[in-house]
């Protein structure tokens, strides 16, 4: 269901000078014991990013994922980019965030890098769950621009796809702006606030169980681990 939006999301890499990063055989596709099931994950090297991931669970009428996570290079203090999209077939129920991730809640910081998201968040009001976040602390690592959306597939007005093309063209549009950086953050702050987000998402990343029931306890481990949070210190 989500695959058209996965070839959206790797064009629009693509078309920003990506090129792919060769993975193990079991990241980069794994079935589940059942065979009911498919993980396949992208890895990419972007000009001006230092990692690129995206993947794709399909467990047919059952789970839907698509999840990419961008981290713009150390010396470059701009957002985390992060896009999750879950889709429970039995509750026909969707989960969907976008969000420009800051690397701090800092009002200079917002005013430099979400006057694009802040503007698009305004057509998009069916994205403004009023749902409080269980699992995250929406004050760390969110913005107050996140597009949240919790409810029915069905009862979504807008197109997801047009969605995440405005989405990705506004946070490629940070790049090209010639805007006056940020100069609050250092190369040096920007590892340790990556480090923290890789650490502070990995211990609460809701799909942990989710991955190991589907790929067994071992490949979940590894998966958390070495792909989706490398720099997390709780191994
Ligand atoms: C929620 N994300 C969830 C949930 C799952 C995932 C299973 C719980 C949904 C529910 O039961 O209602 C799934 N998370 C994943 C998957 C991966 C993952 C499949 O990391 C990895 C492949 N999550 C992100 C990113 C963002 C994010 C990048 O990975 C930011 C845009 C946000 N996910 C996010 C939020 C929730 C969520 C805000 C709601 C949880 C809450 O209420 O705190």
């Not at 230092?50 to 059952?62: E, F, H, I, L, P």
């Not at 920007?190 to 650490?199: I, K």
């Not at 306890?217 to 998966?223: G, K, L, V």
């Amino acid at each position: 269901m989500f695959d058209e939006l996965l070839t959206l999301v790797n064009n629009s890499i693509l078309s920003h000078g990506g090129k792919e990063i060769e993975l193990e055989d079991n990241l980069k596709e794994y079935f589940s014991v059942r065979g009911n099931a498919v993980i396949r994950s992208w890895l990419w090297d972007v000009p001006g990013f230092r990692r690129w991931r995206v993947t794709r669970m399909d467990a047919g009428n059952k789970i839907q994922v698509l999840n990419t996570v961008a981290y713009p290079e150390y010396i470059n203090n701009h957002p985390i980019l992060g896009i999750d999209l879950i889709w429970f077939g039995m509750k026909n129920k969707l989960v969907a965030v976008l969000d420009f991730q800051p690397l701090i809640q800092d009002e200079e910081y917002f005013l430099t890098y979400y006057q694009g998201l802040k503007s698009l968040k305004t057509n998009y009001s069916e994205f403004n769950s009023n749902k409080a976040m269980k699992i995250y602390d929406s004050n760390n690592y969110f913005s107050p621009w996140v597009l949240f959306y919790s409810g029915t597939f069905d009862a979504l007005e807008i197109s997801l796809n047009n969605l995440i093309d405005k989405f990705l063209n506004t946070y490629w549009h940070i790049y090209s702006e010639k805007l006056d950086k940020y100069k609050n953050l250092s190369h040096k702050d920007v590892m340790t606030l990556h480090r923290n987000y890789d650490t502070y998402s990995c211990e609460r990343d809701p799909a942990h169980g989710l991955f190991k029931s589907y790929f067994g306890e071992e490949w979940a481990n590894n998966f958390l681990h070495n792909f989706l949070f490398p720099l997390s210190n709780n191994q």
